[in-house]
């Protein structure tokens, strides 16, 4: 049935405020005109967040029995989401009635009100054997007018309000996610340059400092009287306990020596 088809709704002398129903709406993902009409655009109905009300059970407590109304507000067709809400909440019969079933007869027409709610009336006062059954089939039918949008935009708003839904998701805490988890991922590649370069240093070094050895090598080999002089002048100089020091705190420097001075001893004799 589509929404044109049903008989214009009645306010039954209710005021509500038009803008203030479609802004609040609208933090919710509905896109209302005004209090009494939708947006016309052709795939707002698909896009549009699909109300759940289920009614989970009863218990009673001080004397009055209470019914436990699960609810959620799917986005993206009940696709896993950032935006979608659950909750519940507990309410007695005479509350349900005058809060949500008696204001949703003001604000529909007598056949308006037939046409939705056939098959599925409300349940009878004084919560006699069956309550919680047709309880389930009343909030089902509402749900149903809800995401096919053939009610008008003032029931979603006093289902809503009424339900007690939570406070959307702002914007600003899923930009603030996003940021954190991108700031995450360049700390992770900034770690991994700096890594990269760190590695990319120290084998520089590396080769330099065979380089070095490979070429005081090269120069002990044709002046072997120079390297022995030179050898000797450092150890009379420094003494044992000098080059040992150096030798510590230099390995690939005092290899590279020793190297050359065992090269050039072997090209003396």
Known sequence: MAPEELPRASRGGSVLDAEAVRTYLARYGFSAMTDSNWEAFPDHVMSAPLL???VAGHEEREGHTWYQLVCSLLHGGGAV????????GY???????EGLHNPVRELLSHDAYMKIFHGAPFALRGGPRGTTRRL????GALSSC???QLC?????WL???FLEVPEPRSLTGDVKSSASTAAGALRGMLGTIGDSM?????QAQSQAAESASSSAAAFAARNPRTARAAAGSTMGQFGAKATFSCAKQNPQAAFGIMKASARAAAAAF
Do not use: T
């Open 198 to 202: 760190k590695h990319r240093v120290e």
């Open 91 to 97: 309410w007695r019969l005479a509350q349900l009635r």
């Open 136 to 139: 389930r089939g009343w909030c």
């Open 52 to 54: 759940e009300i289920q």
């Open 152 to 156: 008008p935009p003032s029931i979603v």
């Open 81 to 88: 989401g950032s935006r979608n809400l659950q909750w519940r």
């Open 159 to 161: 289902s809503l309000r």
């Open 146 to 148: 809800i995401n096919q």
